[in-house]
């Protein structure tokens, strides 16, 4: 299916719509120039529909005004009905668009300040609302992947569990395909709003997290299924949209026993268990690479920019990983100094809880300095302050500077 020729229907209808009905009277050329401007500029049409149906929702709440005489009273009015109706990451997103969209009215650049309506807002970033104990494990993905005999299904979960976005998974074509024969490699494509270039970067099913060929062998076998497999533009999972993969994962995840949907749904709908979602196995995908390697690997693994903040979104650790860490088990580490590391997880044992959490702040300090986790060894060797009577035995000490 094309689906920018879906979208571009959709604009057709919303314009419509706009045309059609009293409140959006005052802004008709307004909307019809904005969507002319943003699809000759090369953004998305899906895109697109989210500001028609930004302004649709704001209309209905200031009805029958011209968004250039709107003020900040009329502003807060939307966000007042905004937070009792959206919920927090929407809002964000929202903030976002209504400074873009005010530029736009305007004809201003994104130097320019916004204009006066606008210009008080202040994105909020909010946390995410997933904890580490919502993640999936390794099993709970297998016993999803067993639940189903499909290949499409099992291919899907297995790019899923390679940190690939579902909006990534809805471009993949028979192009993005390396097949290197100990590796799968599969090039994925990420739309960011406001972005003209599109970020390419691979992930490999069956590898990393979910360390297990037959993962890899799952897509390898979808794509031989397929007829359009020949053609390099031809997409991997051509029915693929956003409800399709919910509806696939929650199904798996009601048969491997991880939540319990309501049988009277036209749509599968969760009523208890996890917060299941295309988007958990990123998060899950997400919590490992933050773990298990240093902040820049892992934002090449994840698909972030360089100065990018999403491992806050991204990473979910507790406090048992820090202990973890402290007692050099992660698997990053080296096997060397093992009487060093010996002698402290028998020295932690006696450490009253003070003392613990003492020096898991230090730890923490320390790895978020040197950028990396490379291990217990690194840490107790990275020297005492100047002026310091040394370390005690087995108790990390200070990081000089």
């Known amino acids: ?57 704001i209309s209905g709440i200031v009805p029958a005004k011209d968004f250039k005489v709107w003020d900040r009273r009329d502003v807060e009015k939307v966000m007042s009905h905004a937070r009792t109706h959206m919920r927090p990451w929407t809002i964000d997103t929202y903030i976002v668009m209504f400074k873009r969209f005010w530029r736009f009215l305007f004809d201003l650049c994104s130097a320019d300040r916004a204009p006066d309506a606008v210009r ?6 909010p946390e995410t609302e997933i904890t580490k104990e919502d993640l999936l494990t390794r099993e709970e993905i297998q016993a999803m992947m067993d639940s189903t005999k499909s290949i499409e299904h099992k291919a899907l979960f ?5 940190g690939a976005r579902p909006c990534e998974i809805r471009s993949i074509r028979f192009g993005d395909i390396q097949d290197l024969g100990s590796i799968l490699k599969v090039y994925v494509q990420a739309k960011k709003v406001g972005r003209k270039k599109n970020l390419t970067r691979p992930v ?47 199904t798996a995840g009601a048969k491997a026993g991880l939540i319990q949907i309501d049988p009277n749904s036209k749509h599968p709908k969760r009523t208890k268990g996890k917060p299941l979602k295309p988007y958990l196995f990123r998060h899950t995908y997400g919590t490992w690479a933050y773990k298990y390697h240093n902040t820049a690997y892992a934002r090449r693994l994840m698909g972030h920019g360089p100065k990018s903040k999403m491992e806050r979104i991204y990473c979910h650790l ?26 402290f997880a028998e020295k932690w044992l006696t450490f009253s809880s003070e003392k613990r959490c003492e020096l898991m702040n230090m730890f923490s300090d320390w790895l978020r300095e040197t950028g990396c986790q490379r291990g217990l060894e690194d840490f107790l060797s990275a020297g005492t302050p100047p002026g310091s009577q040394g370390a005690q035995p087995g108790v990390p000490p200070a990081r000089t500077g």
Not at 4 to 31: G, V, W
Not at 328 to 339: A, F, S
């Open 1 to 57: 299916m094309d689906y920018d020729a879906k979208y571009r229907k959709r604009i057709h209808t919303c314009l419509e719509k706009i045309d059609s009905e009293p409140q959006y009277a005052p802004n008709r050329d307004t909307c019809h120039r904005f969507v002319a401007a943003y699809l000759a500029a090369g953004r998305s049409p899906h895109v697109v529909i989210k500001y028609l149906d930004m302004v649709r929702y």
């Open 318 to 343: 507790a406090q048992e990983d820090l202990e973890e860490a402290l007692l050099g088990k992660l698997p990053v580490e080296r096997p060397d100094n093992v009487e060093a590391r010996a002698t």
């Open 204 to 250: 490999y099913p069956g590898a990393g997290f979910m360390a297990n060929r037959e993962h890899a062998d799952y897509v390898r076998q979808l794509v031989k299924q397929q007829p359009d497999r020949d053609d390099p533009k031809a997409l991997l999972f051509p029915r693929a949209h956003d409800e399709w993969m919910r509806r696939i994962v929650l």
């Open 158 to 162: 297995s790019i899923l569990s390679a």
């Open 120 to 125: 008080w807002l202040e994105r909020e970033e």
